[in-house]
Nanobody
Framework: QVQLVESGGGLVQAGDSLRLSCAASGDTFSNYAMAWFRQAPGKEREFVGGIRWSDDNTYYADSVKGRFTISRSKAKNTVYLQMNSLKAEDTAVYYC????????????????WGQGTQVTVSS
């Protein structure tokens, strides 16, 4: 069974950087897509970005392009979300998610989820 555990959230100031980690276990993940979502109070959960495990192809929401970078360590079975130039509007609970094969932006298409980690950006 697949398990995902996020870590690395915290309180930072606008303009700062933060790196989130998602440690995955229960599979080799060679046929998986991993994604990051976020949900702010009063807002719907939204797609942040994703990575295809097999070939390292990445995808990003327009709102974070140029500021956020997704990477992964195959040896550690860990996916990272490097967040730079953070803004107050980036404040949210960040979740990692997994599904087979391809990255999508649909929340309902992911069947494995982590517990989330809080990121708070003060202005």
């Amino acid at each position: 069974q697949v398990q995902l555990v996020e870590s690395g959230g915290g309180l930072v100031q606008a303009g700062d950087s933060l790196r989130l980690s998602c440690a995955a276990s229960g599979d080799t993940f060679s046929n998986y897509a991993m994604a990051w979502f976020r949900q702010a109070p009063g807002k719907e959960r939204e797609f942040v970005g994703g990575i295809r495990w097999s070939d390292d192809n990445t995808y990003y929401a327009d709102s974070v392009k140029g500021r956020f970078t997704i990477s992964r360590s195959k040896a550690k079975n860990t996916v990272y979300l490097q967040m730079n130039s953070l803004k107050a509007e980036d404040t949210a609970v960040y979740y990692c998610a997994a599904r087979l094969f391809v990255v999508t932006r649909r929340i309902s298409s992911y069947n494995y989820w982590g517990q989330g980690t809080q990121v708070t950006v003060s202005s």
